[in-house]
């Protein structure tokens, strides 16, 4: 079955580094999604992407986040200048559609933050 | 901001047991979706609802959307221990693009 895939599966990293996860969505979807997951808290929407362009995003997504198709199967999310509070899961989706669509889910990349 | 309540947060049983969990929020979705998410891994869709008073069932699992919209229980029969993970909920705005709003979600357990 079709999967997303995401790496690195751990991360940690230093307050103040900048990180960059990174996704391969499936492979015929269109719509691509992160949204991260701080430990004991709900998952939270933070952006997508479509047609190589933010089609919406959250208010956590400010300056610090930026997203990126650099080629045709990568989907990368970088955060600059790391904070303790940016630990999280980050979960990558993808989907065919966009409203009332189907996500697929990656297992996610636990970022650690010292 | 619309928000979703997810009830109860815990809940443990025995095997065999029915039970029911449920979503509820004072907003409009257009379409809900059920989620299961185990330890380490990301969440799996279940299913998703997009008329009011719908329901679904898959296998001993039933799944109903509110006739307003605006809240939606999963129902589970006969419970056994496989059905053990997190189970979410998450809205969708009928003007967004994928942008769920999910629920704290319901953690079960079931005792063999």
């Known amino acids: 079955e079709p999967e997303v895939t995401q790496t690195p599966s751990h991360q940690v990293t230093q307050m103040g580094q900048e990180v960059i996860l990174r996704c391969v969505p499936i492979s015929n979807h269109l719509y691509f999604y992160w949204y991260r997951q701080i430990l004991g808290q709900k998952v939270e929407f933070l952006v997508s992407?479509?047609?190589?362009?933010?089609?919406?995003k959250s208010e956590i997504f400010d300056d610090q986040f930026s997203v990126e198709r650099p080629d045709g199967s990568n989907f990368t999310l970088k955060i600059r200048s790391t904070k303790l509070e940016d630990s999280a899961m980050y979960f990558c989706a993808s989907s065919e559609q966009g409203v009332a669509n189907v996500l697929t889910f990656g297992a996610g990349s636990r970022l650690t933050v010292l | 901001t619309q928000l979703l309540e997810q009830s109860p947060q815990f809940l443990s049983i025995q095997e065999g047991e029915n039970l029911t969990v449920y979503c509820n929020s004072s907003s409009v979705f257009s379409s809900l979706q059920w989620y299961r998410q185990e330890p380490g891994e990301g969440p799996v869709l279940l299913v998703t609802?997009?008329?009011?008073?719908e329901v679904k069932k898959l296998k001993r699992l039933t799944f109903q959307f509110g006739d307003a919209r605006k809240d939606s229980s999963l129902h589970i029969t006969a419970a056994q221990p496989g059905d053990t993970g997190l189970y979410l909920c998450a809205g969708q705005d009928g003007g967004s693009q994928g942008n769920l709003i999910f629920g704290k979600g319901t953690k079960l357990s079931v005792k063999p």
């Open positions: 992407f479509y047609n190589n362009e933010i089609s919406e």
């Open positions: 609802v997009v008329t009011g008073g």
